[in-house]
C-alpha cells in the first residue's frame, strides 16, 4: 500500500510559477514509476508527465512540454511537478500516482491516487 498527498497548489497569475509536491508512505517508494495528472470539470484526466522508477527517463504531454519538470527524491520519498510560465488553461486539479510496474504513461496502469491539490491561474 502506498498513500499519496500533494501539496503546494495555489492561485498564481499567469506566467508564474508553482512546485506541487507528492509525498509518499511506505518503505517501496523508489520501486513506483510515478506521474502527474491534471484534471477539470467536464473533461478527462490528463497525464501530464511521468517518470520512472530511478528518475532516469521522464515522459510529458505536449501541452506542458517545455514549462514542467518532473523529479524525483526516493530518498524522500517525494515527487516534485515544477510548473514554469503558468496560463489560465492549466487550472485544475493536479494528482500524483504510483505505478507498481515502475513506468507507465497510461493513467489505467496507475495503482494509487493522491487526493488532489487545487492550482488556479489568473489571467
Known amino acids: 500500500q502506498v498513500q499519496l498527498v500533494e501539496s503546494g497548489g495555489g492561485l498564481v497569475q499567469a506566467g508564474g510559477s508553482l512546485r506541487l509536491s507528492c509525498a509518499a508512505s511506505?518503505?517501496?517508494?523508489?520501486?513506483?514509476?510515478m506521474g502527474w495528472f491534471r484534471q477539470t470539470p467536464g473533461k478527462e484526466r490528463e497525464l501530464l508527465a511521468a517518470?520512472?522508477?530511478?528518475?532516469?527517463?521522464?515522459q510529458y504531454a505536449d501541452s506542458v512540454k517545455g514549462r514542467f519538470t518532473i523529479s524525483r527524491e526516493n530518498a524522500k520519498n517525494t515527487v516534485y511537478l515544477q510548473m514554469n510560465s503558468l496560463k489560465p488553461e492549466d487550472t485544475a486539479v493536479y494528482y500524483c500516482?504510483?505505478?507498481?510496474?515502475?513506468?507507465?504513461?497510461?493513467?489505467?496502469?496507475?495503482?494509487?491516487w493522491g487526493q488532489g491539490t487545487q492550482v488556479t491561474v489568473s489571467s
Open positions: 500516482a504510483a505505478d507498481w510496474a515502475g513506468w507507465s504513461t497510461s493513467e489505467y496502469q496507475y495503482d494509487y
Open positions: 511506505g518503505r517501496t517508494f523508489s520501486r513506483y514509476g
Open positions: 517518470i520512472d522508477w530511478s528518475g532516469g527517463r521522464t
